[in-house]
């Protein structure tokens, strides 16, 4: 059986700021034979709660994202793709934007448009800045 996750589910797990919520969690992450589906979507959100509700750094947040990727019971939508934009995170990048150069890419476009200098720059080959 596989069973969606939303962002507060994960936030709970990953801070534990609420007792009561966090043995529910628990308690539903250790369902037997069940398995956990954790959309691109969600980690993008979770990672902006945890950057600027609880003021995590990036290199936190790689570190429990990375956590989550050894989870034996949790999907992604594309495992690889996560790694890859953690690796990203931990040298500066955005979660955010690394997940979308990346599903881009999966989806055959060629390029990338822009106005973010700091994504056309770190993707110099695949990204850029529409021009006037």
């Not at 947040?61 to 989870?71: E, K, S």
Request: aromatic share 10%; net charge neutral; proline share 1%.
């Amino acid at each position: 059986m596989m069973i969606g996750l939303d962002t507060n589910v994960l936030i709970r797990y990953l801070t534990r700021d609420d007792e009561g919520q966090y043995r529910a969690t628990m308690k539903l992450l250790t369902r037997k034979a069940a398995r956990f589906f954790i959309a691109d979507l969600v980690l993008v959100e979770t990672d902006w709660i945890l950057s600027k509700s609880y003021n995590w750094t990036r290199e936190e947040i790689a570190d429990a994202f990375a956590r989550l990727l050894q989870v034996h019971n949790l999907q992604f939508e594309d495992e690889d793709r996560i790694r890859h934009s953690i690796g990203a995170v931990r040298r500066g990048a955005d979660l955010s934007d690394e997940l979308l150069i990346a599903m881009s890419r999966d989806q055959g476009c060629r390029e990338f448009a822009t106005f973010d200098t700091a994504v056309a720059k770190r993707h110099a080959k695949f990204a850029f800045v529409p021009k006037e």
